[in-house]
């Protein structure tokens, strides 16, 4: 089931990537059902919070009428910046599943490690490396062609 839910999360990246954002994608799951999706859309709406994660958490959020998502994994093509795992942690969810690491703002254990800091009165269970060359390569590829412009 894990791969099925990153290729939906692979699935929002390509989204983001047709419209000229950085493509990363997020899906929110409780009950191994996908709840709420979110793609990359900080260029389209002048939003440097608009983040797939944010997206998909204030989704997920509104479907399940609170802000804790307990008992919900967010499956991202990207490994989580410092800002959208401090969003993982605050709204309760219990799983974060990472495509790819990002060795320059990866929160989840790369440069930081956000979801797991003990100080914290929650934290995030980690699963890594799903999909890991379908999630990396997107975002090589999109880089590729934006340097080659």
């Known amino acids: 089931m894990e791969e099925y839910f990153m ?3 692979l699935n929002e990246a390509y989204k983001a990537e047709r419209i000229g954002e950085v493509p990363v994608g997020a899906v929110i799951v409780k009950d191994e059902k996908i709840i709420s999706r979110g793609h990359n859309m900080r260029e389209t709406l002048n939003d440097p919070t608009a983040h797939a994660e944010i997206i998909a958490i204030k989704r997920a959020s509104e479907v399940l009428e ?3 998502l307990i008992g919900c994994t967010i499956y991202v093509t990207i490994e989580p910046c410092s800002m959208c795992a ?3 942690v605050n709204s309760r969810i219990e799983k974060v599943a990472i495509g790819a690491l990002d060795p320059k703002m990866g929160a989840c254990g790369s440069v930081i490690n956000v979801v797991q800091n003990k100080n914290f009165n929650h934290r995030v269970e980690i699963t890594k490396g799903i999909l ?3 999630c990396s390569s997107i975002m090589k590829d999109f880089f590729k ?3 080659y412009r």
Do not use: C, D, V
């Open 86 to 88: 401090g969003a993982i």
């Open 145 to 147: 062609k934006l340097r």
């Open 132 to 134: 890991e060359t379908k």
């Open 7 to 9: 290729r939906e999360a």
């Open 66 to 68: 609170s802000w804790r």
